[in-house]
């Protein structure tokens, strides 16, 4: 029978306020809290908190976190996790190494519902968002299997996160938390396709993170082709919202473009890319395509560099993103919503 609280979705205050729900002081919600993201893995190990209210609290709350249905480690030490969630949902989660720590990219919904040609994500829908505590719960469950701190996160697995704004924020907060996680919020990098109306909310809340927008092509019609989503929120929308949100943040944004073969990188896609976007102050992250969909094939290296060059060479920054786990499907575009009897 599932618990009527889980206490990874719940924020300190929210955990003081349950236990005087539950009968005890609000502080004994600090002595919870700090336990939840010290290693503790049941309430035996809380142990500055009294049998009686750890009974109360393993009769009504859950601890638990994601069952990892399936573990594959890449030629280059990346891991992906398959992870079975209560109601046997399966998501997945890529945690990469680099010199300056490590990093998980994190699942926000079951599929996803953006319907993007060229990501696997997206093939079968959304089932369902995911809470706070089940994003948690795919890095506490990484931490703990790997016994190594991951100290950034990237929102670029499966799922749109601005899609499930309420929960993302939710669980940068209690991440964020200096009894918590104590990941800063630099340290979180969140990836959108371009929900206008949502980068204008975040946009009010001023938050120190980094924005990645799936930008792919300079065209609409372009766009429209590889992301449905542009017919709703076209470009200039786009452009429009992100001045708003520069302007309101005064951070740097990451313009993600996926180079597709003969589609989409030409020297007029990159010109057109600096001109549509002047004025914004931005980072062109290029990605060499990943074979995740029919029709779409990787640019060959001779245009990816005539591309990057080109944008250099007119004083944008861009980089080439380091290519991690395409060995086992980890790679940009390729993470899937697997079918639930995994």
Same mark, same amino acid.
């Given at each position: 029978?599932?618990?009527? *609280?889980?206490?990874?979705?719940?924020t300190?205050?929210?955990?003081?306020?349950?236990?005087?729900?539950?009968?005890?002081?609000?502080?004994?919600?600090?002595?919870?809290?700090?336990?939840?993201?010290?290693?503790?893995?049941? *309430?035996?190990?809380?142990?500055?908190?009294s049998?009686?209210f750890?009974?109360?609290?393993?009769?009504?709350?859950?601890?638990?976190?994601?069952?990892?249905?399936?573990?594959?480690?890449?030629?280059?030490?990346?891991?992906?996790?398959? *992870?079975?969630?209560?109601?046997?949902?399966?998501?997945?989660?890529?945690?990469?190494?680099? #010199?300056?720590?490590?990093?998980?990219?994190?699942?926000?919904?079951?599929?996803?519902?953006?319907?993007?040609?060229?990501?696997?994500?997206?093939?079968?829908?959304?089932?369902?968002?995911?809470?706070?505590?089940?994003?948690? %719960?795919?890095?506490l469950?990484?931490?703990?299997?790997?016994?190594?701190?991951?100290?950034?996160?990237?929102?670029? %697995?499966?799922?749109?996160?601005?899609?499930?704004?309420?929960?993302?924020?939710?669980?940068?907060?209690?991440?964020? #938390?200096?009894? %918590?996680?104590?990941?800063?919020?630099?340290?979180?990098?969140l990836?959108?396709?371009? @929900?206008?109306?949502?980068?204008?909310?975040?946009?009010?809340?001023?938050?120190?993170?980094?924005?990645?927008?799936?930008?792919?092509?300079?065209?609409?019609?372009?766009?429209?082709?590889?992301?449905?989503?542009?017919?709703?929120?076209?470009?200039?929308?786009?452009?429009?919202? @992100?001045r708003?949100y520069?302007?309101?943040?005064?951070?740097?944004?990451?313009?993600?473009?996926? @180079?597709?073969k003969?589609?989409?990188?030409?020297?007029?896609?990159?010109?057109?890319?600096?001109?549509?976007?002047?004025?914004?102050?931005? #980072?062109?992250?290029?990605?060499?395509?990943?074979?995740?969909?029919?029709?779409?094939?990787?640019?060959?290296?001779?245009?990816?560099?005539? *591309?990057v060059?080109?944008?250099?060479?007119?004083?944008?920054?861009?980089?080439?993103?380091?290519?991690?786990?395409?060995?086992?499907?980890?790679?940009?575009?390729?993470?899937?919503?697997?079918i639930?009897e995994?």
């Open positions: 029978m599932a618990k009527q *609280f889980d206490l990874y979705s719940m300190e205050q929210e955990l003081c306020d349950l236990s005087r729900h539950l009968g005890e002081k609000p502080f004994r919600g600090k002595q919870l809290f700090s336990w939840l993201y010290s290693g503790a893995e049941s *309430f035996h190990d809380m142990t500055n908190i049998k009686e750890r009974k109360v609290l393993e009769e009504n709350c859950s601890m638990a976190l994601p069952e990892i249905a399936r573990k594959q480690v890449s030629v280059d030490g990346t891991v992906k996790y398959a *992870f079975r969630l209560s109601d046997g949902e399966v998501i997945e989660s890529v945690v990469m190494s680099y #010199h300056h720590g490590n990093t998980i990219c994190l699942s926000t919904q079951a599929g996803c519902n953006m319907g993007c040609r060229f990501c696997a994500s997206a093939i079968g829908g959304k089932s369902r968002d995911l809470t706070a505590g089940e994003i948690m %719960g795919q890095l469950a990484a931490e703990r299997d790997l016994s190594k701190r991951i100290g950034n996160v990237v929102f670029m %697995g499966m799922g749109e996160p601005l899609d499930n704004l309420e929960q993302v924020l939710k669980f940068m907060d209690i991440a964020s #938390h200096d009894k %918590g996680l104590n990941i800063g919020y630099r340290h979180f990098t990836s959108t396709c371009g @929900l206008c109306d949502k980068i204008v909310l975040l946009a009010e809340k001023k938050l120190p993170i980094n924005l990645a927008v799936s930008v792919h092509s300079p065209f609409d019609d372009e766009r429209s082709e590889m992301m449905p989503v542009n017919k709703k929120y076209p470009l200039l929308k786009l452009v429009s919202a @992100l708003v520069q302007a309101a943040t005064g951070r740097r944004i990451t313009l993600e473009y996926a @180079l597709n003969g589609k989409n990188d030409s020297l007029d896609h990159a010109k057109e890319l600096m001109r549509l976007f002047g004025g914004l102050m931005y #980072h062109v992250n290029v990605i060499p395509i990943n074979n995740a969909r029919e029709g779409y094939h990787k640019s060959g290296k001779d245009a990816v560099k005539r *591309f060059d080109y944008l250099t060479g007119q004083g944008v920054s861009a980089t080439v993103r380091r290519e991690l786990g395409a060995d086992i499907s980890a790679a940009c575009g390729q993470l899937k919503h697997e639930k995994m």
